[in-house]
């Protein structure tokens, strides 16, 4: 019998991605979504990729009577995936109550109700904004973390203390919290990717949209960094790879591999790149140049971010696959699609 996950924002960007890595090895995937900041058509668009539709409830993680309901509907569950949350750095800078609410309020009744059910296994998704401006690079996971410049950065640090109290009153519980670098990239097939709503914020889906003329420009925010060209470092990682950690991650938890009942694990590829590389690797991959122009910094970015991937490697068997160029090709490729989609 296959084993269930539950996958909260499966719908989105990093769970759909997720959800069909799952769904390829052989799990049985729950979505639970509000679709505030995703679609019902990544339903079809998984299970073009896979063949398979995952089972789906829309609820909303904030109501506890409806989520303790869903929890006792699907109580067969191996596991929780827990990806719903609120994700715009700025907005939460501007809106700090609607994302402690939204995000505690779905992490709390998350995990009441899976106790409730003695469903004891806990994925979170977490963020490199954690470490905040980091003293040591590469970043390893016993950097320092510091109280991030955002509400939206905060709630991930504060959410990891929450998992460290919950390992220590509940004894069968067991938790891997896992703090992504920067995710990119689509679907290789093209046919699931990022979906931001409205003007993005993040570095990637700018470009694509600019170079598909929905943006005017993109700006590069600031080239006096200290870095080899002056404009700021970060570690991209291809949204499939990111994928396929949550698997072994999972299966970590499943097989009670896990040393300690709290983990936390990097997700990055180790390698920075500069934004004028990405540009020059986007212009590489499409031939096509960009229009870009350099700006000031934007207030809250550090100069430089990248992982120590060693202890993924180690504990969860788990190497990047995927390399610079192909994250562009492929985030490319899916705003091409979409483009197609619309006409
Ligand atoms: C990358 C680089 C920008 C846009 C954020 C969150 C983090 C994580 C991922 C998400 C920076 C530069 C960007 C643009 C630019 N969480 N840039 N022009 O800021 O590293 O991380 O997203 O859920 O918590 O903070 O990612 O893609 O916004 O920026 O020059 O229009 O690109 O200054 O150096 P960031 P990003």
Redesign the pocket.
């Known amino acids: 019998m296959k084993q269930k996950i539950i996958v909260t924002g499966g719908c989105g960007y990093i769970g759909s991605h997720t959800v069909v890595e799952l769904i390829t090895h052989n799990f049985e995937v729950v979505i639970l979504d509000d679709l505030s900041n995703s679609n019902i058509k990544t339903l079809d668009r998984i299970a073009k990729i896979t063949g398979i539709r995952p089972i789906f409830e829309q609820l909303d993680l904030k109501n506890s009577e409806q989520t303790k309901a869903v929890f006792q509907k699907h109580k067969d569950t191996a596991a929780v995936v827990h990806f719903a949350a609120y994700?715009?750095?700025a907005e939460s800078v501007q809106n700090p109550v609607m994302y402690y609410k939204n995000n505690f309020f779905s992490l709390l009744n998350t995990l009441e109700a899976q106790l409730e059910q003695g469903i004891n296994n806990f994925i979170f998704s977490s963020?490199?904004?954690v470490y905040g401006e980091p003293k040591k690079l590469p970043i390893t996971e016993e950097n320092q973390v510091q109280r991030?410049?955002?509400p939206?950065?905060n709630t991930?640090k504060i959410a990891e203390e929450i998992l460290e109290d919950m390992v220590k009153a509940h004894q069968d519980f067991s938790t891997i919290s896992l703090r992504?670098?920067?995710?990119?990239g689509a679907h290789l097939s093209g046919n699931l990717g990022e979906l931001p709503n409205g003007i993005?914020?993040?570095?990637?889906?700018?470009?694509t949209q600019t170079a598909a003329g929905i943006r005017k420009e993109?700006?590069?925010?600031?080239n006096d960094?200290d870095t080899k060209d002056g404009?700021?470092?970060?570690d991209?990682i291809h949204v499939v790879d990111l994928a396929d950690a949550h698997v072994k991650t999972v299966k970590r938890l499943l097989n009670k591999k896990q040393e300690k009942s709290l983990e936390i694990f990097n997700l990055g590829t180790g390698n920075g790149y500069?934004?004028l590389e990405?540009i020059q690797s986007f212009e590489k991959i499409t031939k096509k140049p960009l229009n870009?122009k350099i700006?000031s910094?934007?207030a809250?970015?550090?100069?430089a971010?990248y992982a120590s991937t060693e202890l993924a490697k180690e504990k969860l068997n788990w190497e990047t696959q995927l390399n610079i160029d192909d994250m562009v090709a492929s985030s490319w490729k899916w705003e091409e699609n979409l483009k197609n989609e619309k006409n």
């Open positions: 994700k715009a750095v963020s490199a904004t991030p410049f955002s939206y950065g991930k992504y670098f920067n995710p990119i993005p914020n993040n570095l990637m889906p700018y470009i993109l700006q590069v925010f600031g960094y404009t700021a470092i970060r991209y500069t934004v990405v870009y700006v910094r934007r809250g970015d550090v100069p971010l």
